[in-house]
């Protein structure tokens, strides 16, 4: 997807050389400009949130301007999470109409501008490139190629610059996420994903990678890991990247994200229906890489190590097989009792190798249970966490981004759920009950006591019906990361 440039100006919004100019209207308020005014009067134009209407002006030089009028609620309750949502509004509409660029009036300073950005690149977000092009196609107006951003009046204070152009790198890394998470699992392999992650360490000096394959991995006394790869042809990768942000204190965070490129379930293989989401299961580990990219390109003063475990999980003549026993690298004994429950293996060890790698902080992304999607649905991810001041700070980036998380209790009465009958530990407990938490209760062992936040993103990576990001790919985390690593760098 080409990129879209972003602007700021400070002066008279009506003098733009977008070819559509959006001015919020807050409920209960009026607006300056008589014209606009009466549509407002004539009920055309309304101030609730989400509510759109569209009008033309004549632009200095004769040509006709598109002039969209936003509602964006009560002023008092506007927050950056509600300038997302008008942000996307317009940006659909504005889109549907053939616009190429657009300048918004920024109405309010408090994290709104940020938001208006986020809403509008999110919303713009498309994933087309396997769709044949046909050169008559009327179906598909031109792309938006620009938004302003501007103000009469910028208060003290406020870098709108610094703020739109900080949320232009955040969201157009998680429309990168986006990518990785749409590209189909023929393509989108862990090698590919690896590769990924050398672009961006090409890219950028304070990243550096280093990637062990198959082989690797057996060698690290990965055993849960290397029993879900066993299964595929394709060449799994444990990806590590470090960023080295500017030196300081501040603990050693450590990112780690799953990216189970598909998900068959191996030999506990799953129904054929809708299997072909489960490309969507490396979404743990597309937020972790394109959020370091953002990081590194924020220059964001914090040290981080990510890792993402990278395999497929198929049936086959060598899969890993129900009942058998494999160690993690940490020397704990795992019964694997349902193959399907693959990614607190692969887990297992990515954690207990961050512990290795000294992380004294850690956050883990996952698509891991289908039952947090019974418990939250698609709005709030499930948080995890075995300590309440790291699980603040997560919490709290989560709530600055709109990537919403609620906690679920750990409990030792559910750790009893993970005890093996033949080995320490088994992946999968014969009881239906609380499976998400009994997921975590099952990384928690590998995390050394460790600060650390399990997310189960699995409700959330896709099929969210926040209205910036649709239904499809989210790119869920990669707001909530970088906000994270921003403060733990700040706070020093
Ligand atoms: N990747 C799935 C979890 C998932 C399911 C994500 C549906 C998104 C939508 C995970 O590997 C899995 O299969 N989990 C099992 C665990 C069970 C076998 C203990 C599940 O949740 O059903
Ligand atoms: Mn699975
Ligand atoms: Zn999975």
């Not at 960023?243 to 490129?261: C, E, M, N, Q």
């Amino acid at each position: 997807m080409p990129s879209i440039t972003v602007t700021t100006r400070q002066g008279d919004p009506t003098q733009t050389v977008a070819d559509t100019r959006v001015v919020g209207l807050f409920e209960g308020e009026a607006l300056a400009e008589e014209r606009l005014q009466a549509l407002v009067e004539s009920g055309e134009a309304k101030g609730k949130l989400e509510k759109v209407a569209v009008t033309h002006e004549e632009a200095p030089g004769g040509a006709l301007r598109r002039v969209i009028v936003a509602g964006l609620g009560k002023r008092d309750e506007l927050s950056a999470e509600k300038a997302r949502t008008a942000a996307a509004g317009v940006a659909e509409r504005a889109g549907a109409l053939g616009a190429r660029s657009l300048s918004w009036a920024v109405p309010e300073f408090d994290g709104v501008a940020a938001g208006l950005v986020e809403g509008t690149l999110l919303k713009l977000y498309k994933f087309d490139r396997y769709k044949s092009k046909s050169e008559d196609d009327e179906d598909s107006p031109p792309e938006v190629e620009s938004l302003e951003l501007v103000s009469e009046r910028i208060p003290e204070g406020i870098d709108l610059q610094g703020e739109a152009e900080r949320a232009r790198i955040v969201t157009t890394a998680q429309n990168a996420a986006r990518d990785l998470q749409n590209t189909p699992a023929n393509v989108a392999t862990p090698t590919f994903l690896a590769d990924r992650a050398r672009e961006l360490a090409e890219e950028h000096e304070s990243l550096t990678l280093e990637t062990f394959d198959r082989e690797g991995i057996r060698s690290l006394g990965m055993g849960a890991f290397s029993s879900v790869a066993q299964g595929t042809y394709e060449e799994p990768q444990l990806i590590v990247l470090r960023y080295a942000g500017a030196a300081g204190g501040g603990s050693h965070l450590g990112f780690v994200g799953k990216a189970v490129t598909f998900d068959t379930g191996g030999i506990s293989i799953k129904p054929a229906a809708k299997m072909q989401e489960m490309k969507f299961d490396m979404s743990g580990g597309a937020a972790v890489l394109e959020a370091m990219g953002a990081i590194a390109t924020l220059a964001v003063p914090v040290q981080i190590t990510a890792v993402v475990p990278s395999t497929e999980n198929m049936p086959s003549g060598r899969s890993v097989k129900p009942g058998d026993i494999v160690t993690a690298m940490n020397g704990k004994t795992i019964e694997v009792n349902n193959t399907d429950a693959e990614g607190r293996l692969l887990l297992a060890d990515a954690l207990a190798y961050a512990v290795d790698q000294g992380c004294e902080r850690i956050v883990d992304l996952a698509t891991l249970t289908g039952a947090i999607i019974v418990a939250l649905g698609a709005t709030h991810a499930g948080l995890f966490s075995n300590d309440d001041d790291w699980y603040g700070e997560v919490e709290g980036a989560c709530s600055t981004t709109g990537e919403i998380g609620w906690r679920l209790p750990l409990h030792p009465e559910y750790f009893e759920l993970t005890k093996g009958k033949y080995a320490d530990l088994t992946n999968a407990s014969e009881q239906r009950k609380a499976m998400s938490i009994y997921a975590a209760e099952f990384l928690r062992q590998f995390v050394d006591d460790r600060p650390w936040v399990h997310v189960d993103i699995a409700g959330v990576a896709w099929g969210m019906t926040r209205k910036y990001v649709g239904n499809g790919a989210s790119g869920w985390g990669v707001r909530m990361l970088v906000e994270l690593a921003q403060k733990a760098g700040s706070k020093r």
